[in-house]
């Protein structure tokens, strides 16, 4: 269920009594959940067929309290797991068939201002997950145009794979540089960051190299749980690193 509607009394009688809603009456109910939530990312997911208000005849779009709720399921699947859009349609499919819908534990848990918990960046890397996403959906997730992705990726910020998808994590990456530009942290500023990263990555990478090319399946499966285990202590020691040298302490 939604929160409670943030929009004043009008908007929570109106879905209350089945009254149908204009597009700003539904922002202001979702925005207490998802604050970030805009007009362009509700209209966005109707032309992905998300949703599908009704229209007057003059044009204008009415939304019914259905309609909210499907939102609200499509936005928590989002936020919460990275799902695809076509993934969350056939799992809005599967809710409307009365059928029971488990979903993949994709996304990191947020604490009330819809950033990560430290602890949870700090905790072990979970499984890696075979989902994709694609750049429309890329887009709409982390609230940014083309133009800006084509500048992340030309810094190496963010990367499509040979298909020209991008995996689960580039919507991490995205929305972490978004939320960063937000408070004046310009892409380029990032490469130092990004180069930090590559060389992590190449000292792990080093390490488990010899486990990874051996012919023993178990001596293979071995060295990935032992990347993922030194993955995890190389995010927790630049995480410790920073800290140290702002002189902070995050909760």
Known sequence: MLHTPSG????????????????????????????EVTISKIRFLES?????PQRT???????SARDVERLGHVLRMQRDHYL??????????????G??????????????????????????????TAARIG?????????????????????????????????????????????????????RHLRVMKAAADREAGLVDQVVAPLRRHRNPQTRAHAEARMKELAGLAVKLHAALVQSALGVRLP
């Open 135 to 187: 750049r429309a959906e890329l887009l709409a997730a982390a609230e940014i145009g083309a133009e800006q992705l084509k500048e992340w990726e030309s810094y190496g910020l963010v990367a499509p794979l040979a298909d020209g998808t991008y995996d689960a994590e580039a919507v991490t990456v995205a929305t972490l540089v978004a939320e960063l530009g937000r408070h004046g942290i310009e892409p």
């Open 57 to 63: 005849p003059s044009g204008y779009r009415k939304f």
């Open 99 to 128: 059928e029971e819908v488990r979903l993949p534990p994709l996304g990191r848990p947020r604490d009330a201002r819809g950033g990560e918990l430290l602890g949870d960046l700090l905790s072990e890397p979970e499984a890696p």
């Open 8 to 35: 004043g009394a009008d908007s929570g009688t109106a879905a209350a009594d089945g009254r149908l809603m204009s597009i700003g009456t539904v922002l202001n109910m979702l925005r207490d959940e998802f604050p």
């Open 84 to 97: 695809p859009l076509k993934v969350i349609r056939e799992h809005l499919d599967a809710l409307e068939r």
């Open 48 to 52: 992905e067929g998300l949703i599908e």
